[in-house]
């Protein structure tokens, strides 16, 4: 079995595959006070709840937007289950090429959604991954990762509004009834849910322009099937995409 663990900036998501399958899953918070021993504990039970021996897993697996958590979570995996973990970036050994005009600067997580996208869905495609960031990843007709897009997530936006505005309240991450807000907190929900529904769908049709009309456009992360059928573009929703990546890149690199 694979210990597979995706740190982003707000959650940590925490996956055992058994060969090609996702078995279970969790999310946690990214939390920068947890130790290696707390993080173990709390992974310990995770596993017990679900029949799993620290001795069953014989690898690791980590991609990281959070520098100051990766070597905790290498430790722990080291301390606690003897492994020796695969950190994952642009330099590792991939099925794809990156052409950034700088791979190290690609974040770990676009990394594995790109690996796994382009096995399962094959190119031209995009990658939209609602987190923190709204970001795109495009792959071209080659099958190469040939750059992308970063704007702000949906829970960034709001959270920035209610801080920089006095008056604007913390709401919600629903789609109002109507485009026309008839409260505050309508009328800030329809600019961000709906506006980002919208900014989606004019993102994709000019990168089709770039990338192809027949580019498969796949949606990730955790608001990925609520902003999906608000959407004209998304052909396929996978929230699990940055794991399986991590699976898959540890395969190609052991």
Known sequence: MLLA???????TVIGV?????????W????????????????????????????????GAAISSVVPDLTPVL??????????EPLVINALVKLNFEVKYNNPSAVGADRICNAAAAIERYGAPLVIIDFGTATTFDCIDKSGNYSGGIIAPGIASSIETLHKKAAKLPSVDMVFPEEIIGHTTEESIQSGIMIGTSVMIDGMVRRLKDEL??????????????KVAGRTECIDEVNPFLSLEGIASIYRLNS
């Open 5 to 11: 663990v995706d740190i982003g900036n707000t959650h």
């Open 17 to 25: 595959f058994k060969e090609d399958s996702l078995l279970h899953h």
């Open 27 to 58: 999310r946690t918070a990214s939390d920068l006070a947890r130790t290696e021993d707390e993080i173990f504990v709390m992974l310990k039970f995770l596993l017990e709840e679900h029949g799993i021996k620290r001795s069953d897993l014989k």
């Open 74 to 83: 290498k430790i722990m995996c080291k301390k606690y289950f003897q492994v």
């Open 212 to 225: 192809g009309k027949q580019t498969k456009i796949v949606a990730t992360g955790g608001l990925a099937r």
